[in-house]
């Protein structure tokens, strides 16, 4: 009898290890099927391009994905590039000027050592010309130049590397040494192409910088006036006739030399002041002779007739 129920007590034992294990099997289904369903598929997650419409919402189905075309978003290769390069000249002629630039970046050194190397460098700086990215289009101007310079475009090449230099020359009060460079290079063009097309624009682009130029060493000089820095003043003055003397600012410059010599003149000790007087009167005279319709000659006239009075009155002092 006591064998008997030991035996019992084991089959219990063993179904009841059983129906756990069944029971753990269950659960651990149910909680896979929980994770697929609050976790989706990463791929499925790339690809779906829409949400659901209405009519998928009620059904238990999932919804049919449509994967988006990523040719657009691919580097340009070998086996591309035809593909690739009709479609940066269609964003050219549709002067999607950034677009363009995009792809004949990626174009151009591909296509080195064919033919179609040089336009490609070309309309990708025209591009950046066109986009008002003037650094990089000069840049790849002058890369043209240096590149293809026996090619057809490269007198017109040279003209845009020329007029996006000149674009980016800054405001006078600022450094001046990009004005300088643009000066040099607009020079150059035109010494290697004397005949060209562009004479009048090449023109009227170093009148403005050379305008610049004299406006910039202009108000250094009315720096040295209005700092009482009369003899500097007057050294920057002899300076800025010299280089400057068909500049439109030189009846101002003129001015300015006029009130610097009449205020020191006046400040000066009476053994120095008939000197500096004098001086002062023949800035007076450079005023009358060369720019007698100036907006500064008649405050000129006023100074040169006391200067002139204050000359007499030594030269009495001098003779009694």
């Known amino acids: 009898m006591h064998g008997f129920f030991t035996m019992a007590k084991k089959t219990c034992n063993i179904l009841l290890i059983i129906l756990l294990a069944f029971a753990v099997d269950v659960c651990a289904a149910d909680f896979c099927s929980a994770v697929d ?3 989706p598929n990463t791929q499925a997650q790339t690809d779906t391009v829409k949400p659901m419409t209405q009519t998928q919402k009620g059904s238990s189905k999932p919804a049919k994905q449509k994967t988006v075309s990523r040719v657009s978003n691919k580097r340009v290769t070998f086996e591309s590039f035809d593909m690739h390069y009709a479609r940066a000249m269609k964003y050219y002629n549709n002067r999607q000027w950034l677009s363009a630039a995009g792809l004949f970046e990626e174009l151009y050194p591909l296509s080195l050592g064919t033919p179609r190397a040089d336009t490609i460098l070309f309309l990708f700086a025209h591009s950046y010309f066109q986009n008002g990215d003037f650094n990089m289009a000069a840049f790849h101007f002058r890369d043209y130049v240096r590149r293809y310079p ?37 020079n150059a063009y035109l010494q290697a192409y004397p005949e060209n097309k562009h004479m009048e624009e090449c023109n009227e682009m170093l009148d403005d910088l050379r305008l610049k130029l004299a406006r910039k060493d202009l108000e250094i000089l009315k720096l040295y006036y209005n700092t009482d820095h009369y003899e500097a003043c007057r050294i920057a003055a002899k300076n800025f006739f010299n280089k400057y003397s068909y500049s ?21 000790t009476e053994r120095k002041k008939p000197e500096r007087l004098k001086t002062c009167l023949e800035a007076c ?18 100074i040169a007739q006391d200067v002139t009075k204050q000359l007499e009155k030594y030269a009495k002092k001098s003779t009694n």
């Open 285 to 302: 005279e450079k005023m009358s002779i060369n720019f007698p319709d100036s907006k500064y000659i008649k405050e000129t006239e006023k």
């Open 37 to 39: 369903t609050v976790v």
């Open 150 to 186: 026996n090619s057809d475009r490269a007198e017109d090449a040279f003209y845009y590397c020329i007029s996006a230099i000149y674009k980016t020359c800054p405001d006078y009060y600022l450094d001046q040494t990009n004005t300088h460079y643009a000066i040099e290079q607009i």
């Open 248 to 268: 439109p600012l030189m009846p101002e410059a003129v001015y300015y030399l006029v009130l610097n010599n009449y205020e020191y003149a006046k400040r000066s």
